[in-house]
């Protein structure tokens, strides 16, 4: 975390709203990108990215350990798409047109990375939260483990039954393909 990053942390915790809103500003494509690869669309995407963002500002106050910012605001989105996921009761499936990049490294997303996020829409919560934690955003498994308010074995445990499970849909869909 670089230094202005924690000094911009700790005036939003005191209630500098322009702080908060240029950590958002800063941040905002990992935000995003945490939002939508829980609910495969970007109308619930930005729903979750706006009550995340709502309910981060008026809890902020309450963040003990400026450090852990982006561990904390990720924890509020991944509870949001939860929400947004149980009113639906189910996964809408990509759609034709998706423009966000995976990571920074890929400019165009290809139809292996398409069928990816969309099994990864697919697989049960508690292991595709910690996928897209480990591999989307980089996180430890310590850090998943707070956010998810599990043991690290778990989290070790759901990553390895997740990729199981992806590797199967993968081999399924080579097979058949």
């Known amino acids: 975390m670089e230094k202005n990053d924690y000094?911009?942390?700790k005036k939003a915790i005191k209630g500098n709203k322009k702080a908060f809103?240029?950590?958002?500003?800063k941040n905002y494509e990992q935000i995003y990108r945490t939002a939508y690869l829980y609910v495969h669309n970007k109308e619930d995407a930005l729903d979750i990215v706006q009550e995340a963002t709502y309910q981060a500002l008026i809890s902020i106050h309450t963040l003990k350990h400026p450090e852990y910012f982006?561990?904390?605001?990720?924890?509020?989105?991944?509870?949001?798409?939860g929400q947004v996921l149980s009113r639906r009761k189910n996964i809408i499936s990509l759609t034709e047109?998706?423009?966000?990049?995976?990571?920074?490294?890929?400019g165009v997303v290809d139809n292996d990375s398409l069928y990816i996020i969309e099994a990864i829409g697919k697989l049960k919560e508690n292991y595709?939260?910690?996928i897209i934690l480990f591999y989307y955003h980089d996180y430890s498994?310590?850090?998943?483990?707070?956010i998810m308010n599990i043991p690290e074995g778990t989290v070790k445990t759901y990553l390895s039954r997740?990729?199981?499970?992806?590797?199967?849909?993968?081999?399924?869909?080579r097979s058949y393909g």
């Open 70 to 81: 982006m561990t904390w605001f990720t924890k509020i989105i991944i509870r949001c798409a």
């Open 21 to 25: 809103e240029r950590l958002l500003k």
């Open 128 to 130: 595709r939260t910690p």
């Open 162 to 173: 997740g990729k199981a499970e992806l590797k199967k849909k993968f081999e399924r869909e």
């Open 97 to 106: 047109g998706i423009s966000f990049k995976l990571n920074s490294d890929i």
């Open 141 to 146: 498994i310590k850090t998943i483990s707070k």
């Open 7 to 9: 000094k911009l942390i």
